[in-house]
């Protein structure tokens, strides 16, 4: 099993639709937790950056982290095409887990 | 402006050419670390450095070598490349460990 899990998709939806991109985890000891947005051939870009569990909002983007479950969500509201891209989630902890896992990415495709 | 750079951006070889990838950070950061990201395997961590000549491997070291003088530089290394070298090579930086990590716009890199 691997410690991060995340669904390749490709996630397909029209413009203006509210996007839900998922990760769970394994290891209880994460607990930074990030969101990447990479466009094709593009190196990948910090989106959002939380600590711990609870939800941070930044635009139309709402990052959510629920510890108890090992599962953070990424939301998009209002999505346009230019959200078209390949979505990773990364994590770690503290101590002896200090190495950020990434996960596989979820391709996102937005249509007009 | 903060960033990550890379050089070059591609670059096609042939087996057994020595080559070296540059990278630069003007963040001041501590730790700094190179993936190569492939189809259907994600990115997958090469070596890391967390300080000034302080580097350690990743997930796949082999065939790689890198090098940390001074604090914003971190060239990879390929001694011998081979084909199975040939991917998407990102550079990374972050304040320290598990943290946050800006990358570079990545190189191409071709080994035929």
């Known amino acids: 099993q691997k410690e991060v899990e995340q669904d390749p998709g490709p996630l397909s939806v029209p413009e203006g639709a509210i996007v839900s991109l998922n990760c769970t985890y394994s290891?209880?000891?994460?607990?930074?937790f990030m969101w990447y947005r990479q466009y094709s051939r593009k190196g990948p870009e910090l989106l959002m950056y939380t600590y711990s569990s609870g939800n941070k909002e930044d635009g139309r983007f709402t990052a959510q982290v629920d510890k108890s479950s090992k599962y953070i969500s990424l939301f998009i509201r209002d999505s346009q095409p230019s959200d078209s891209a390949t979505y990773l989630c990364?994590?770690?902890?503290?101590?002896?887990?200090?190495?950020?896992?990434f996960g596989a990415g979820t391709r996102l495709a937005v249509h007009p | 402006e903060a960033q990550v750079t890379q050089n070059p951006r591609y670059l096609i070889t042939v087996t057994g050419k020595k080559l070296t990838v540059t990278c630069s950070q003007n963040?001041?950061?501590?730790?700094m670390s190179w993936y190569r990201q492939d189809p259907g395997l994600g990115l997958r961590q090469i070596y890391y450095s967390m300080n000034v000549e302080v580097t350690d491997k990743g997930d796949v070291p082999e065939g790689y070598k890198v090098s940390r003088k001074e604090k914003r530089n971190f060239p990879l290394i390929l001694e011998s490349p081979s084909p199975n070298q040939t991917s998407l090579y990102f550079c990374a930086s972050s304040p320290r460990e598990g943290r946050e990590q800006y990358f570079g716009p990545g190189t191409r890199l071709t080994v035929t």
């Open positions: 963040m001041n950061h501590e730790y």
């Open positions: 990364a994590m770690s902890g503290s101590g002896g887990y200090n190495k950020l896992i």
């Open positions: 290891n209880s000891a994460f607990q930074y």
